[in-house]
């Protein structure tokens, strides 16, 4: 039972990146960078698992018994980054469809 965030963490990248790599859809190889980006926080939070450990936020109890912080922070700050890239590749998704009017990776020309 211990393995299976584990395993759930493979599923998710697995997922994303075969969207990200075999998909036409502009949008959704974005989602499937961002389903990627989601199985990394899984992992950085199931790193950080401690069996009966409370938060380290203002608590008397012994360090044995805290969970680690330092994956906390590392997926907050993990999920600000993803959000900001999810939004910028989001906007070159749009600027692309005004400019070949369509979403499509393969059916873009170049003008010349």
Request: aromatic share 6%; glycine share 8%; no cysteine.
């Amino acid at each position: 039972m211990m393995d299976l965030p584990f395993i759930a963490v493979m599923i998710l990248i697995m997922l994303g990146i075969s969207a990200a790599v075999l998909k036409r859809n502009m949008i959704k190889i974005v989602m499937g960078v961002s389903i990627s980006a989601s199985g990394i926080n899984l992992l950085l939070v199931a790193l950080g698992y401690r069996e009966g450990g409370v938060a380290p936020i203002f608590t008397n109890a012994p360090a044995a018994q805290m969970v680690l912080p330092t994956p906390q922070a590392l997926t907050l700050t993990s999920i600000v980054i993803d959000l900001a890239v999810t939004a910028m590749m989001l906007s070159f998704v749009i600027l692309m469809y005004k400019h070949y009017g369509s979403t499509d990776s393969r059916k873009r020309r170049l003008s010349g």
